[in-house]
């Protein structure tokens, strides 16, 4: 798989199909966190996307200082939502200077939250990650010494979890997106645009550049879209549902690590499982195979109308108050019972 580079973004198709003249391409794109919005408000999209909730402080800490995001150029202020021309190359370099300092404060705070090198090496597993977590706690107090911070941040008993910690970096974080489609040409007219956000045009053409120098390949009835799915998974089984499942899980594991290393069959199924049981639909969008005359109305999802998801073969998939308990949502209304019964008289 090609991966294309446009500016600050990256793409590389993952899989390309192709029925009846609908082509559904799958692909993993990286781009600059704060753009993701740009990402999300198109609605034909099946997607998946790294988690600030699930990727480890300490990993994305590392991954700041040696990989930040920091724009290509740097325009002039003014009206609108575009800027002038650029600034001079001289202020070019102090602006980068400052993007850097901000970079370097928001780990020194993400450092203090997490609770410092004590609670950050505890949590590590494995030889490899412990070492890779000293060398970051030595070169993060090594930060404060560069900067002269004298003030001493707040330490806490216990360190702050990364669904909040993890928050403060996302301004210089990359973020990796698992995304799946039929309709592409609305998205590409709005994004690969003059009038777009420069980064937003980046991660558009690199994916109009992967898709261009990729071949989808023609399904048969009963033939599946796979996503992650290689060779020797298919070696392993020739039942279409467990490979699709599989997929699925795959897809899920971009939220909190990459795909490289091997991991099993048996494993990726473990964890489309348990996705299943937590109303975690979305991995399950980008599976899909050519649609079948008994599939349910509706079941292309957001995908063209050849096609059939396999999230619309799961049962209950588009309403979550089905699978979990009544009990369970009067603790997520914090006891209010009057608001679940609201939620509950709510059309599906």
């Not at 949590?123 to 030595?138: I, P, S």
């Not at 994916?207 to 399904?219: D, I, N, R």
């Amino acid at each position: 798989m090609n991966v294309f580079r446009e500016g600050s973004a990256t793409a590389k198709v993952i899989c390309d199909s192709a029925y009846r003249g609908s082509r559904l391409s799958s692909l993993e794109v990286t781009f600059p966190r704060p753009f993701l919005a740009e990402f999300n408000t198109h609605t034909r999209f099946g997607r998946n996307s790294a988690s600030s909730r699930a990727i480890p402080v300490w990993k994305r800490m590392i991954a700041v200082l040696e990989k930040p995001y920091v724009p290509n150029s740097f325009g002039v202020n003014q009206a609108g939502m575009q800027a002038g021309e650029m600034l001079s190359a001289e202020d070019q370099r102090r602006v980068v200077q400052n993007w850097l300092f901000g970079r370097d404060m928001s780990v020194l705070q993400a450092y203090a939250l997490v609770g410092g090198r004590k609670e950050i090496v505890s949590a590590v597993k494995g030889q490899k990650n412990l070492e890779a977590a000293e060398r970051l706690c030595d070169k993060v107090e090594q930060l404060f010494l560069d900067h002269g911070v004298q003030v001493r941040l707040s330490t806490q008993d216990k360190g702050l979890h990364k669904q909040h910690a993890n928050r403060v970096l996302e301004t210089y974080s990359f973020h990796t997106v698992i995304v799946s489609a039929t309709h592409w040409r609305n998205f590409f007219g709005l994004r690969a645009s003059t009038d777009a956000q420069p980064e937003a045009c980046d991660f558009a053409l690199a994916m109009a550049k992967a898709m261009q120098a990729s071949t989808p390949h023609e399904l048969m009835p009963g033939e599946w879209h796979l996503p992650y799915i290689r060779p020797e998974d298919r070696e392993e089984t020739t039942d279409w549902m467990v490979l699709a499942r599989a997929s699925a899980g795959k897809c899920a594991r971009t939220s909190y690590l990459t795909h490289d290393g091997t991991r099993s069959l048996e494993e990726d199924i473990r964890l489309a499982g348990s996705l299943l049981g937590n109303g975690h639909m979305s991995p399950f969008q980008h599976p899909a195979r050519p649609r079948e005359g008994l599939d349910p109305s509706g079941a292309w999802g957001n995908y063209s109308q050849v096609w059939t998801q396999l999230r619309k073969l799961i049962e209950n998939e588009s309403d979550f108050t089905k699978l979990v308990s009544r009990e369970r949502l009067i603790v997520g209304c914090r006891g209010d019972e009057t608001l679940v019964d609201f939620i509950l008289s709510l059309s599906e």
